[in-house]
């Protein structure tokens, strides 16, 4: 029997052979990112690692979030950032330069590579088909020093397109159908493959945006064959000694299969405040817009920016709205200036912004109370705007843009204009004279926020915790360590960073947790979901958190909590009715060593390896290195 694309690439970076879907295994990683928000963090770790050099083919570091340098915090950190990438090796890309993803794509991905990054985003590159997959920067910095990833076998499943999208329906209507199907929950230890006559017309930045907002499934990983459109794309940015072609066997077997006939697909958004609850934009036009946003790393690249402009051309922006935008990277807006698109959009009152995440993680561009956004974003987390009342939805460029004329959601099926007769410049602009690259000097700069990471004790047998929160399904890492202006400066400095520790569903967690001194938090479905920030669990470690007691864990997290020592147990329904905030809760973990776990009456059987028991014994990972 044949193998998919994911496991030829797989079974090129381990040992095993064949690997048990569900089991686990260590991949070899080929490069890494970090950006700002975690790359602070990750490199604290790998420094406390012995380490003299990044053992890795490529390692990059990127500063693409806290990019308005809003007090000293963060340029100091961005000092830091660069001193230790020249010290370790690794190159960086300055403020300015693009957002991590768009940039890596551009520059650096090959097909039937591995790419590590910590940034849940990271499976972006997957548009270029490499395995690409976001962690947190703890597993990173492992890599970094040389060590494999350590994984579950995914399913595989394999998403068939077929037919041609029609004008005016998007890459973006694509992921939304999928998500539409299986929702936030339909992905964990699950990559998505794409095959079908319908990638044939997909561009590498369509296939891209796919992969990017593969990760609000909760998947591993998305993916796409390498062929002739990537190897026209690797030409364009002077790369295709990078080309090879790569793809499934025409026999291989897939875990599932979803089929989507992309003639009938329509345009879609993301309604508030899940990506997965998702709608017709027939179904919900005419509602009034009050602020428009285009960019991120999901929709960010010169095809984007091209079918914005053709739109917004000779047209003005509906006096009510705000609208702005954020090319991802210093290539597309070159690209964007030398070909007259920015003065299109500029000319239609329209505000640009850096080439940086910036609004989608809550860094500017708040709207205002009670207003309705569309963003061409890939998450709506509540509160993750920066603004608990706003009403984000999250939609293409194409409906965003001419919303934003309208002043209401349109759907772009109603109008009479051509809408597929964008084309890429006919080459590239190549400047890499924002990327430094590293000469290994000794000195390392380090301002007075930045901080080293505080020590945990080992389990003990047996805890007495107070519950200090019980949540509902889908708490995200948004839900658990805020974004934003005020709180993305304290990356590095856990103390202050954990004042706002669940900020904006609780602002008295940080109180109750220092009158309990030791606590549990209890959760539902999908705990953690969203991004890999590991600060989402180290800040409730710092207060004292030693367990987490949830239906189910996003992947993600549930590693960034092992590896800072805190306990993720899963449990039923039944368990979850039964325990309420503030109740003392005992827990045994004599027999972890068999996997058994005992909380109050109930015995609680868990799947965790021999190595994971060893690191909860001792209190995290960095304990056992």
Do not use: W
């Not at 390692?59 to 990019?67: I, W």
């Not at 706002?500 to 569903?505: D, G, V």
């Not at 147990?569 to 045994?588: C, G, Q």
């Amino acid at each position: 029997m044949g193998l998919t694309l994911t496991e030829k690439i797989i079974y090129n970076h381990t040992d095993k052979y064949p690997i048990e879907k569900g089991k686990e295994f260590y991949l070899k990683i080929d490069n890494t990112l970090t950006q700002d928000a975690t790359g602070t963090m990750a490199y604290l770790e790998f420094m406390s690692m012995g380490i003299d050099k990044v053992k890795t083919n490529l390692s990059v570091s990127y500063v693409d979030h806290n990019t308005l340098q809003n007090g000293f915090e963060n340029a100091d950190d961005h000092e830091f950032l660069k001193t230790v990438a020249n010290k370790y090796g690794i190159l960086y890309s300055k403020c300015g330069n693009g957002i991590c993803h768009q940039v890596q794509l551009e520059r650096f991905t090959k097909p039937g590579q591995t790419l590590l990054g910590s940034d849940s985003h990271t499976p972006t590159s997957g548009g270029l088909s490499c395995l690409s997959i976001g962690s947190g920067g703890l597993d990173v910095a492992l890599a970094m020093a040389g060590k494999p990833f350590k994984m579950i076998m995914p399913k595989i499943v394999n998403v068939k397109l077929t037919g041609k999208l029609r004008p005016g329906v998007t890459a973006k209507d694509i992921i939304l159908e999928v998500l539409r199907i299986k929702t936030v929950k339909g992905g964990l230890n699950k990559v998505f493959e794409y095959s079908g006559d319908g990638i044939l017309s997909l561009t590498v930045p369509e296939r891209a945006t796919i992969c990017n907002m593969g990760a609000e499934l909760g998947a591993t990983s998305s993916i796409f064959p390498s062929d002739d459109i990537t190897l026209d794309f690797l030409k364009r940015e002077k790369r295709d000694e990078d080309f090879i072609r790569l793809e499934a066997d025409k026999d291989a077997s897939y875990d599932e299969i979803i089929e989507i006939d992309l003639s009938n697909l329509e345009c879609l958004a993301a309604c508030p405040s899940m990506p997965d609850n998702v709608k017709k934009i027939k179904d919900i036009e005419g509602l009034k817009v009050d602020q428009v946003l285009v960019g991120s790393c999901t929709n960010s690249s010169y095809l984007d920016m091209v079918k914005v402009a053709s739109i917004l051309k000779n047209k003005k922006i509906h006096k009510d709205v705000s609208f702005a935008i954020n090319p991802g990277s210093k290539q597309v807006l070159s690209m964007m200036i030398k070909n007259g698109l920015l003065y299109d959009i500029l000319s239609s009152g329209a505000r640009i912004l850096e080439c940086t995440c910036g609004a989608c993680i809550g860094m500017g561009q708040s709207p205002m109370t009670n207003a309705v956004s569309l963003r061409t974003y890939n998450r709506n987390f509540y509160g993750r705007s920066g603004t608990l009342s706003a009403n984000v939805y999250l939609v293409s460029p194409v409906v965003a843009a001419y919303s934003a004329i309208a002043g209401h959601i349109v759907n772009p099926l109603d109008t009479k204009d051509k809408l597929d007769l964008y084309e890429y410049p006919s080459e590239f602009i190549i400047d890499d004279s924002m990327i430094i690259k590293p000469n290994f000097a000794k000195d390392i700069k380090m301002g007075p926020n930045i901080m080293m990471l505080p020590k945990f004790d080992n389990l003990k047998d047996k805890l007495f915790l107070k519950v200090v929160l019980k949540t509902k399904d889908d708490i995200t890492t948004d839900d658990i360590m805020p974004a934003g202006s005020k709180i993305l400066p304290l990356r590095s400095n856990i103390e202050k960073l954990s004042d706002y520790t669940f900020y904006n569903i609780d602002k008295y967690f940080k109180k109750r947790c220092l009158e309990y001194k030791n606590s549990i938090i209890v959760g539902g479905l999908n705990y953690g979901q969203g991004s890999s920030r590991e600060h989402a669990a180290i800040s409730p470690r710092y207060l004292g958190v030693k367990c987490v007691l949830a239906k189910s864990f996003a992947r993600i997290h549930r590693q960034n909590l092992m590896n800072f020592g805190i306990v993720p147990i899963p449990i039923t329904n039944e368990m979850y009715d039964f325990l309420e905030k503030d109740m003392e809760v005992s827990l045994d973990f004599s027999n972890l060593d068999d996997n058994i776990i005992k909380v109050m009456d109930y015995t609680i059987e868990t799947n965790f390896t021999r190595e994971e028991i060893d690191m909860l014994k001792k209190g995290g990972l960095l304990n056992t290195i």
